[in-house]
């Protein structure tokens, strides 16, 4: 059973802080790695993707991937309200179907 | 550029009626689709995929059924709803260079 672990959260952090989200992978496989936005009530929206150890920067956002240790992570700096919502992370080994993890709920307080 | 489309929005539905929910996706071809369940305050559950017309695969198995009539068109079935039926459906497609997923903007099913 290929699981995707992350904290439920709910993470919380002042507003201009990092905010800074975890998940861990079973399948030591898995080759590409997502991370998805979802507000209350909407659908997930992809945020980047991630493929080779180290860190890939997009704006305000940081993804790190240490395949050794089966972990990503996902780096908000200068949080902001609007970014209160439920981050999911997402695994895929090749030719294999996505593995979402349950999300982890970030609150980003003024 | 690429849109996916799922109808209806929002659906109540008492139990034991059946259920036809429907996902297209405009401005690509032969695009991989999938059908997700996500629970209240739940993760995602993968229900279907298929790489093409006529051809589904299930993950779960359940009393839901999907097709795939057309190249773009997803369609998510049941004969006879349950309680834990109940949930927000999203229909998925793969593109991109990476591999990616997009959904669509779901369907909520409460059934009564």
């Known amino acids: 059973q290929k699981e995707v672990e992350q904290n439920s959260g709910p993470l919380s952090v002042p507003e201009g802080a990092i905010a800074s989200l975890n998940c861990t992978y079973s399948d030591r496989g898995s080759q590409s790695f997502f991370w998805y936005r979802q507000y209350s009530g909407k659908s997930p929206e992809l945020i980047m993707f991630i493929y080779s150890n180290g860190d890939k920067e997009d704006g305000r956002f940081t993804a790190q991937l240490n395949k050794a240790s089966q972990y990503v992570s996902l780096l908000i700096r200068d949080s902001q309200p609007s970014d209160s919502a439920t981050y999911l992370c997402?695994?895929?080994?090749?030719?294999?179907?996505?593995?979402f993890g349950p999300g982890t709920r970030l609150s980003v307080l003024p | 550029s690429q849109t996916i489309h799922q109808w209806p929005a929002t659906l109540v539905q008492p139990v034991g009626s059946p259920l036809s929910l429907e996902c297209t996706v405009e401005g690509t071809s032969n695009p991989n689709l999938y059908w997700y369940r996500q629970a209240a305050g739940r993760g995602l559950q993968l229900l279907f995929y298929?790489?093409?017309?006529?051809?589904i695969s299930s993950e779960v198995p359940q009393n839901l059924s999907a097709s795939r009539p057309q190249d773009r068109q997803f369609i998510l079935s049941s004969k006879k709803l349950l309680l834990s039926d109940s949930g927000f459906y999203l229909c998925a497609w793969t593109g991109g260079g990476g591999g990616e997923q997009f959904f669509g903007p779901g369907t909520r099913l409460t059934v009564l």
């Open positions: 298929s790489v093409g017309i006529g051809q």
């Open positions: 997402a695994v895929v080994n090749y030719g294999q179907n996505f593995v």
